[in-house]
T-cell receptor, first 116, second 112 residues
Framework: EAGVVQSPRYKIIEKKQPVAFWCNPI?????LYWYRQNLGQGPELLIR????????DSQLPKDRFSAERLKGVDSTLKIQPAELGDSAVYLC??????????????FGPGTRLTVT | SQKIEQNSEALNIQEGKTATLTCNYT??????LQWYRQDPGRGPVFLLL?????KEKRKERLKVTFDTTLKQSLFHITASQPADSATYLC???????????FGSGTRLSIRP
């Protein structure tokens, strides 16, 4: 079984530029999560999808961040414009159901974003 | 707001000894408490979960305890090996919000 796939693995951009991250969850997983992880910290949830519906985006900075999950499979997270403080690792995770998230989430390798 | 505390300092253990990591939380007890392992440059990997009505859970060399009175979970690795060196994250799952909150993790180093 293929795991969660993310791309790119690394991205370096100048501040004020846009950037996008892509995630392909495990096949059959309806719930998809985007997290941000700063150095030395645990992952912080940005947004959670149930199929194509964003059911929890309370932590997403909506002035510059946007996300979509078309057809309830792949997802894209975008930042426009990027700020220096956005430098972090962006993790995508999936589970078969949000309640299954209680039984563990499957994470991708993450995208390390550096904003200069 | 809910807070989770894990040992901020790295834990260094001699190979073969038992490593014990601590996760403390404030306020409400979660429905589930999870432990993840994270290696450098990789995403967290789920290891174990324990429910609020369970006291102890085991999986191979791993053991997790959960004390809702103390608001604490302990994560044990017995017969530790250098390959166990990683950062270990605890996470609390709140069923009412279907939300997981992660601690900042404890870095564990097992020396040969």
């Amino acid at each position: 079984e293929a795991g969660v796939v993310q791309s790119p693995r690394y991205k370096i951009i100048e501040k004020k530029q846009p950037v996008a991250f892509w995630c392909n969850p495990i096949s059959g997983h309806n719930t998809l999560y985007w997290y941000r992880q700063n150095l030395g910290q645990g992952p912080e949830l940005l947004i959670r999808y149930e199929n194509e519906e964003a059911v929890d985006d309370s932590q997403l900075p909506k002035d510059r961040f946007s996300a979509e999950r078309l057809k309830g499979v792949d997802s894209t997270l975008k930042i426009q414009p990027a700020e220096l403080g956005d430098s972090a690792v962006y993790l995508c995770a999936s589970s078969s159901h949000s309640r299954q998230g209680a039984r563990g989430q499957y994470f991708g390798p993450g995208t390390r974003l550096t904003v200069t | 707001s809910q807070k989770i505390e894990q040992n901020s300092e790295a834990l260094n253990i001699q190979e073969g000894k038992t490593a014990t990591l601590t996760c403390n939380y404030t306020n409400y007890s979660p429905a589930y408490l999870q432990w993840y392992r994270q290696d450098p440059g990789r995403g967290p990997v789920f290891l174990l979960l324990i429910r609020e009505n369970e006291k102890e859970k085991r999986k191979e060399r791993l053991k997790v305890t959960f004390d809702t009175t103390l608001k604490q979970s302990l994560f044990h690795i017995t017969a530790s090996q250098p390959a166990d060196s990683a950062t270990y994250l605890c996470a609390l799952y709140y069923s009412s919000a279907s939300k997981i909150i992660f601690g900042s993790g404890t870095r564990l180093s097992i020396r040969p």
